[in-house]
């Protein structure tokens, strides 16, 4: 069956670095990843989105890196900060386009 | 914030009672999605409604049900409740069914059955 997991349950990281959130995928046919942040009480928020034709995607301080191969998927944050503390999934969109499936989440601590 | 409220905040029922979640979408948006979220764990997508009708819908059984509204504002209804029911339910909503639409959510309902 589809799945989407996450790699680690929790990460780290000193104030300023870099931060990396793996997420592996089982369907090929799914074409639409997504990742979001979820701060403590609040609903899941968008941060990046990638199609499958692409293989990397930039927005501000994030890139989502999109292996097909080994069917994997990453998000990278840049000069994390206190405000990045939050659960972070990875998500894919069905080929029929209405349901989101969401992982199990990473919970990312960043250290002062 | 997204401009999805929900209502309520939180909740208190009891086994086997029946409950009764609102929700309303960002203006201008037809769809709206509704998911489970237990603790520790991501969202469960339970169903999507798109201009009124049920556009697909994931592993929940019947009691769980739903309603769009001509204004696209959206109810989930849970009937016979179960603990395992207990989790943050969460409300999306999105311009169109399709792909490549951004999902906005609300802030959801914490539901807690005793």
């Known amino acids: 069956g589809e799945s989407v997991g996450l790699h680690l349950p929790t990460l780290s990281v000193q104030e300023g670095d870099n931060s990396i959130i793996n997420c592996a995928y089982s369907?090929?046919?799914?074409?639409?990843f997504i990742w979001y942040k979820q701060e403590s009480g609040k609903g899941p928020q968008f941060i990046i989105d990638?199609?499958?034709?692409?293989d990397k995607r930039q927005g501000q301080r994030v890139t989502v890196l999109l292996n097909k191969t080994v069917k994997h998927l990453s998000l990278q944050i840049a000069a994390t900060q206190p405000g990045d503390s939050a659960v972070y999934f990875c998500?894919?969109?069905?080929?029929?386009?209405?349901?989101?499936?969401f992982g199990a989440g990473t919970r990312l601590f960043v250290k002062a | 914030e997204t401009g999805v409220t929900q209502s309520p905040t939180h909740l208190i029922k009891t086994r086997g009672q029946q409950v009764t979640l609102r929700c309303s979408s960002q203006?201008?948006?037809?769809?709206v999605s509704w998911y489970q979220q237990a603790l520790g764990q991501g969202p469960q997508f339970i169903f999507q409604?798109?201009?009124?009708?049920?556009?697909g819908r994931g592993n929940f059984p019947p009691r769980f049900s739903g309603l769009q509204f001509p204004n696209y504002s959206s109810e989930l209804n849970v009937n016979a409740l179960e603990l395992d029911d207990s989790a943050l339910y969460l409300c999306?909503?999105?311009?169109?069914?399709?792909?490549?639409?951004?999902?906005?959510f609300g802030q959801g309902t914490r539901l807690t059955v005793v």
């Open positions: 999306a909503s999105s311009l169109a069914s399709g792909l490549n639409t951004e999902a906005f």
């Open positions: 369907n090929s046919a799914s074409d639409y």
């Open positions: 990638i199609r499958s034709n692409m």
């Open positions: 998500a894919e969109k069905d080929t029929g386009g209405f349901k989101t499936i």
């Open positions: 203006s201008g948006h037809n769809t």
């Open positions: 409604y798109y201009r009124e009708e049920e556009n």
